[in-house]
T-cell receptor, first 115, second 114 residues
Framework: AQTVTQSQPEMSVQEAETVTLSCTYD???????LFWYKQPPSRQMILVIR??????QNATENRFSVNFQKAAKSFSLKISDSQLGDAAMYFC????????????FGKGTSLLVTP | NAGVTQTPKFQVLKTGQSMTLQCAQD?????MSWYRQDPGMGLRLIHY???????DQGEVPNGYNVSRSTTEDFPLRLLSAAPSQTSVYFC?????????????FGPGTRLTVL
């Protein structure tokens, strides 16, 4: 079974600063998908960014970018110019091929943004 | 589109009772999944379906049944509720596996088993 590990239960960042959330995963597959989801207090799961394993280029979505290191099985999320609205739980997730987006989630990192 | 809807939003059961959590989507998505979220555990996959009539087990399937008779609906049945099933349950769906597809989550059902 694939496992996803988020080693930082909590992180804190000041407004306008940059923060990086860590994620490692374990798999024997060569093709798969990786995701970062945001869960604010409303509990709604919001997709932040996705990365296809076959793509070497790191994904970017506005202020959010990833550092995907396939050999190291590492998938970190960088949030630039942090905003108060970025405060939330962030979950890293893995999806194997041909599973219909059946996701394996990490335990999450709680991000606090201070003014 | 209503997206992914879940009913009820909250439910309290007694140990041994059975119930069905409803999930529906109106986006013609082939793929649907159920997750449970416990404090400090993240989301764990219970069951998933890649199309009508096809289901498979996830990480924590024991105590739960699913069926997929239509594309739109994917109900989750608790056969005999136990306190260990107290959790928040999320349903999710996606159109397919392409890089442009996005998985959509419902708002969740908070279930308490006494």
């Amino acid at each position: 079974a694939q496992t996803v590990t988020q080693s930082q239960p909590e992180m804190s960042v000041q407004e306008a600063e940059t923060v990086t959330l860590s994620c490692t995963y374990d798999t024997s597959e060569s093709d798969y998908y990786l995701f970062w989801y945001k869960q604010p207090p409303s509990r709604q799961m919001i997709l932040v960014i996705r990365q296809e394993a076959y793509k070497q280029q790191n994904a970017t979505e506005n202020r959010f970018s990833v550092n995907f290191q396939k050999a190291a099985k590492s998938f970190s999320l960088k949030i630039s110019d942090s905003q108060l609205g970025d405060a939330a739980m962030y979950f890293c997730a893995y999806s194997p091929p041909n599973s219909g987006y059946a996701l394996n989630f990490g335990k999450g990192t709680s991000l606090l943004v201070t003014p | 589109n209503a997206g992914v809807t879940q009913t009820p939003k909250f439910q309290v059961l007694k140990t041994g009772q059975s119930m069905t959590l409803q999930c529906a989507q109106d986006m013609n998505h082939e793929y649907m999944s159920w997750y449970r979220q416990d404090p400090g555990m993240g989301l764990r996959l219970i069951h998933y379906s890649v199309g009508a009539g096809i289901t498979d087990q996830g990480e924590v399937p024991n105590g739960y049944n699913v069926s997929r008779s239509t594309t739109e609906d994917f109900p989750l049945r608790l056969l005999s509720a136990a306190p260990s099933q107290t959790s928040v349950y999320f349903c999710a769906s996606s159109y397919g596996w392409a890089s442009t597809d996005t998985q959509y989550f419902g708002p969740g059902t908070r279930l308490t088993v006494l």
